[in-house]
C-alpha cells in the first residue's frame, strides 16, 4: 500500500513509563497553585423530590470555611440562564431546589484545607418535599419508549427466527457497572480574569472541555485553558465535563481564588456515568446444518429523568453475522438515578453478551462446533449497509485464537470435563466495533540538535498514545524514538479528537505520519541535491534553529465506499469447583483484528486491559441499589467487587496485523473498545461448557451455579 509503513519500534516501550512509575508524572490533583483552596461537595439524601430547607450556617461558621454554595447564592452561570424551562440535558449544578436521584450535588463547601472543607461539609443540612421515585429497571421496563427519532430496526421478515427448524429465545441482564478508573476525577480551576480561566482536569478532551466552558460560563474558547497531560483511567467517565467540573469553576469565581475539587470514592458512583443496567432478549433461528434464518434482538436499558442516555445495544446483531431477516428494539427506561455514560465498548459490550451467548446456546441446540456456527454464517460484506469491508479477516482470527487456547481439547459435551477435581470448560465469543478516523492537527519541529517535537491536543487516558505516535514518527521520519517529544493533553495545542470511540491512533496517528511526509519534504527542498535525511546538519546549513509544519489530516473520500470495522475474538478456560462454585480462569486468548500494529507492546496492554475489564464485568461486578430508598449500597471497593491481581489469569494477546488499505495512510484500525467486547460472552459461555449451567444475569457467582 502506498505509504504503508512498515515499523521499527515493534519493542518501543512506554514513552511515559518512567514517569509514570517514578511517580514524576502529574496528574490533576497533584498541580501546586498559588493560594490554592479546596472543595467537598455535598449530596442530597433523598432520591426524589425538592429541597425545602438547607442550613449551611454551622457549615460556614466551622474553622477555615470561606464559603458554601447552594442554588441559593451561587453565581448564576451565564449559559444556564433561559427564558423557558430548560429541556432535558446534562444536569445543571445549583441551578435550582429539584432532586433528580441521590446523591445529587446540593451544596459545595469551600475551605483553606481538604480537611477542613470535608469536615464542614458534615455540617451541611437539609429538608425536603419528597415524591415516590422509581429505580428499578426491571418494575419499570414496561415504561420504556423510543428515544429520540429511534425506529425499530427491521430487515427481512419480522422475527422469522419463529419458524426456523432450530431455535433458542433466552433473556439476559447486564446490571449497573462503574468505571472505578484508579484516579479518582478531579479538577484545580483558577480564574485568572474576568472573562479567563485555567483548569487543571481529569478529561479525555481538551478541546470538548474548553467548548463546554467556555459555552457555560459565555468565554471566547481560547480564554479557557485546560490542561490534562495524564489520565489515570476513564473508559469513557471522563468524556463530558461533568457537574464537579462546572461546580469547581463557580466556586473559583465565588471566592476568587483557584478551586481545587477531588471526587470521593463514594461520589464516583454517581457523579461521572457507569454502566447501565440492560435487559435483552435474543431469538436466533437457523436451519439443521447452522445457516441462521432470523435474529431478533430486543434491549431496555436504564437512564435519568433529566436527561436521556442511549447506547447501541443492539446494533451488533445487525452487523455481526450474515443473515436474511433482523430485526432489534431498543428502549430507554427513565428513572431517578443519576446519568449513564459511555463505558468499555459502549453498547457493544453489552449487547455482545447477549448475541454471542445466544449463538452459543444454538450451538448446542445444532449440536456444532461455536467456531464452526459462525464461520458458517460469516458476512462477507457489511449486513446493513451492503458494502464492501475496507479489511476483514476475523476467520484467520478464529483460527489464531483456538490453537492458541487449545480448542481441539474442548468436549462439546458440558460438565464433561475436569482436571485436578474442577469442572473444565471452553468457550468463545466475537466482538466487533466501529474502526473511524477524524480529523487531527499536528505540529512537527525539527529541532537543531535532533530532537523532534510532535504537538496536538489529543489526551492519552492510558493506551499508550504517545508511545503510537512516538513510533508512527520514528519510522516515517527514520529517526530513534529517543529523540523524539510529544506533547498532548494542552487545549491550546493543534486540535485533535476527544479520546474515545477507538479513534485515536488512526486519527491522530495519521496526521503525524502526515506531518512528517510534510516536514521531511521541507527538507529535502532545503537539501536540494544533498542528503536530505541529515536533518540537523541541513539545520545548521541553513542558519536555521528550528524547522516545523502544521499539518491538518482528516478521513479520505474513498472510506465512504466502505464499511470499516475492527474484530476481536475472545477464548477462555476456566475452572468450576463443583462443590463451591467458585470460578477461575485458567487462560484467556485474545485476538485482534485491528489493521497494522503500531505499538506492539502498549497494543498488547490494551488487550490484556480489556480481558480484566471483561473478568470484571462477567463474575464480579454490580452496582445495587436499595430500591427502598433509591440508595447504592455498595459504593466502595469493599462491596463493589472488581478483578484484582489473583483473580487476573494467564493472558495471551495476539493479532492479526494485516493492514487496512483503506482507512488511513498508516493501516490501523481502532483497539481500546474491542479488547472487552465479547469478553464476558466467552467466559458465560466457558461455564456452561465446565458445568451445563446457563448463568444469564451478570455476575456469574457461586450462588447462580449452585442454585
Known amino acids: 500500500m502506498e505509504n504503508q509503513i512498515v515499523s521499527n519500534t515493534e519493542g518501543l516501550s512506554r514513552v511515559d513509563g518512567r514517569l509514570k512509575v517514578t ?32 442550613d449551611t450556617k454551622k457549615a460556614e461558621g466551622a474553622p477555615g470555611v470561606l464559603s458554601v454554595l447552594t442554588y441559593l447564592n451561587a453565581p448564576k452561570v451565564p449559559g444556564y440562564q433561559t427564558d423557558t424551562p430548560p429541556p432535558k440535558g446534562p444536569l445543571k449544578i445549583f441551578y435550582n431546589d429539584q432532586i433528580y436521584f441521590n446523591g445529587q450535588p446540593i451544596a459545595l463547601v469551600i475551605a483553606d484545607t481538604f480537611e477542613r472543607a470535608l469536615f464542614a461539609a458534615s455540617l451541611v443540612s437539609a429538608t425536603y418535599n ?17 428515544p429520540g427519532k429511534g425506529k425499530d430496526y427491521v430487515k427481512g421478515q419480522e422475527d422469522a427466527w419463529k419458524s426456523a427448524p432450530v431455535k433458542v429465545e433466552q433473556e439476559y441482564i447486564i446490571p449497573t457497572e462503574v468505571h472505578n478508573p484508579m484516579e479518582l476525577h478531579a479538577i484545580i480551576a483558577r480564574w485568572d480574569a474576568d472573562d479567563k480561566i485555567t483548569v487543571w482536569d481529569k478529561t479525555q478532551g481538551v478541546k470538548s472541555t474548553q467548548r463546554t466552558i467556555a459555552q457555560a460560563f459565555k468565554l471566547a474558547p481560547e480564554n479557557v485553558q485546560v490542561n490534562s497531560p ?18 469547581a469553576v463557580l466556586a473559583s469565581k465565588a471566592v476568587g481564588k483557584p478551586v481545587k475539587l477531588v471526587l470521593s470514592r463514594a461520589d464516583m458512583f454517581t457523579a461521572v456515568g457507569y454502566r447501565p443496567h440492560t435487559w435483552q432478549k435474543v431469538g436466533i433461528g437457523a436451519t439443521a446444518d447452522g445457516k441462521f434464518t432470523g435474529i431478533t434482538h430486543e434491549a431496555a436499558g436504564q437512564t435519568s429523568t433529566y436527561e436521556d442516555f442511549t447506547e447501541g445495544v443492539v446494533n451488533i446483531s445487525q452487523l455481526m453475522y450474515a443473515c ?26 453489552t449487547g455482545a453478551f447477549a448475541l454471542e451467548c445466544a449463538v452459543d446456546e444454538l450451538s448446542y441446540a445444532l449440536n456444532i462446533d461455536p467456531i464452526e456456527l459462525r464461520n458458517k454464517n460469516h458476512a462477507d460484506t457489511d449486513p446493513l449497509s451492503g458494502k464492501p469491508y475496507s479489511s476483514k479477516f476475523l476467520s484467520e482470527a478464529y483460527k489464531i485464537g483456538a490453537e ?20 473444565t470448560g471452553y468457550g468463545m465469543a466475537a466482538g466487533m466495533f466501529g474502526a473511524y478516523r477524524s480529523s487531527a492537527t499536528v505540529t512537527a519541529r525539527m529541532m537543531a540538535d535532533g530532537t523532534l517535537v510532535l504537538q496536538t491536543a489529543v489526551t492519552d487516558i492510558g493506551p499508550g498514545t504517545g508511545t503510537a505516535m512516538t513510533s508512527v514518527a520514528a519510522d516515517a521520519m527514520g529517526i530513534p524514538a529517543s529523540k523524539i517529544r510529544v506533547d498532548l493533553g494542552d487545549s491550546s495545542l493543534p486540535p485533535s479528537p476527544t479520546q474515545g470511540g477507538s479513534q485515536v491512533t488512526s486519527t491522530v496517528g495519521s496526521a503525524v505520519h502526515d506531518a512528517c511526509l510534510e516536514l521531511k519534504e521541507k527538507f529535502k527542498t532545503l537539501a536540494g541535491t544533498g542528503d536530505a535525511t541529515n ?6 546549513q541553513q542558519n536555521l534553529e528550528k524547522l516545523e509544519v502544521t499539518t491538518a489530516s482528516k478521513a479520505n473520500a474513498d472510506m465512504s465506499k466502505y464499511a470499516s470495522y475492527s474484530w476481536s475474538v475472545h477464548f477462555m478456560k476456566v475452572l468450576v469447583h463443583p462443590a ?95 479488547a472487552t467486547i465479547g469478553v464476558a460472552a466467552a467466559i458465560a459461555n466457558a461455564v456452561y461448557n465446565a458445568t451445563g449451567k446457563r448463568v444469564r444475569d451478570l455476575p456469574i457467582t457461586p450462588d447462580k451455579l449452585l442454585a
Open 580 to 674: 463451591t462454585g467458585v470460578v477461575k480462569i485458567d487462560k484467556a486468548i485474545s485476538v485482534a483484528d485491528a489493521g497494522t500494529i503500531i505499538s506492539a507492546k502498549t497494543a498488547r496492554s490494551q488487550m490484556i486491559g480489556g480481558t480484566i475489564m471483561g473478568t470484571g464485568m462477567a463474575l464480579m461486578e454490580e452496582a445495587i441499589i436499595d430500591h427502598r430508598y433509591g440508595r447504592l449500597v455498595n459504593n466502595n471497593f469493599v462491596d463493589y467487587h472488581v478483578p484484582v491481581q489473583a483473580d487476573i489469569p494467564q493472558v495471551e494477546a495476539y493479532f492479526v496485523n494485516k493492514p487496512d488499505p483503506v482507512i488511513n495512510p498508516i493501516g490501523a484500525k481502532g483497539m481500546g473498545e474491542i
Open 23 to 54: 511517580g514524576k508524572a502529574k496528574y490533576s490533583a497533584e498541580y501546586s497553585v498559588k493560594g490554592l483552596i479546596y472543595g467537598v461537595l455535598v449530596g442530597s439524601t433523598v432520591t426524589k423530590g425538592s429541597l425545602k430547607t438547607i
Open 324 to 349: 436474511p431477516n433482523v430485526n432489534t428494539k431498543y428502549r430507554i427506561v427513565s428513572l431517578n438515578v443519576n446519568v449513564p455514560t459511555p463505558m468499555r465498548g459502549p453498547g457493544e459490550a
Open 404 to 423: 492458541k487456547i487449545g480448542w481441539s481439547n474442548r468436549k462439546q459435551q458440558p460438565g464433561s470435563l475436569t482436571e485436578k477435581g474442577w469442572l
Open 230 to 247: 495524564f489520565v489515570g483511567g476513564a473508559f469513557g467517565a471522563a468524556l463530558r465535563t461533568w457537574p464537579h467540573e462546572i461546580a
Open 535 to 540: 536533518y540537523t546538519q541541513i539545520l545548521k
Open 130 to 146: 419528597t415524591d415516590v421515585h422509581q429505580t428499578d429497571l426491571k418494575a419499570n421496563i414496561a415504561n420504556g419508549f423510543a
